[in-house]
């Protein structure tokens, strides 16, 4: 027997693990480039997006351990490292952008984005019947959906309607 291999009644029919897997890969970088932002950004509103920031780097590095420890509890790996991380991510990788503007919006982005990888990761594992991990990534859609909200409320109401 595997003992890497939980209960089946745990994990449903067998989820593959790719989509904990996305998830994490990609709040990765989002971590990486939200302190990018927390460092770089430059604009008249630069102390209140330095403490937005902060306060959004803290909740990615708490759920990536989280959804790290999802996918052992599973009897799967979870990513070695940057490299293995960026295999397995979709979002570029880095923010690009200084300008507050700019930096924010693309910021806003990616934490949509997010969401929506996280909502269709939840539906397969959902059909996979696997509970506790549709539980993860929707609490994953809520986190996203906010962090997007309060980066989009920074741009005004303009940009907020578009992004
Ligand atoms: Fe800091």
Redesign the pocket.
């Known amino acids: 027997m595997d003992q890497l291999k939980p209960d089946r009644d745990m994990r449903g029919n067998g989820a593959d693990g790719s989509a904990l897997r996305a998830v994490l890969a990609d709040t990765a970088v989002l971590l990486a480039k939200t ?1 990018s932002c ?2 770089n950004a430059q604009g008249p509103a630069f102390y209140a997006i ?1 403490e937005l920031t ?1 306060a959004q780097y803290q909740e990615l590095f708490t759920a990536l351990d989280v959804l790290g420890e999802r996918l052992r509890a599973v009897g799967e790996a979870a990513p070695d490292g940057l490299g293995e991380m960026l295999e397995h991510a979709s979002l570029a990788p880095g923010l690009g952008e200084a300008a507050i503007p700019a930096a924010v919006a693309a910021l806003a982005a990616d934490h949509a984005r997010l969401a929506a990888r996280a909502r269709e990761g939840a539906e397969e594992m959902e059909r996979a019947g696997d509970a506790g991990s549709h539980d993860v990534l929707i609490a994953r859609v809520l986190a996203h959906e906010k962090a997007a909200w309060l980066l989009r409320s920074h741009l005004g109401p303009r940009m907020e309607a578009g992004g």
Do not use: D, M, V
């Open positions: 302190q927390h460092w330095h902060e």
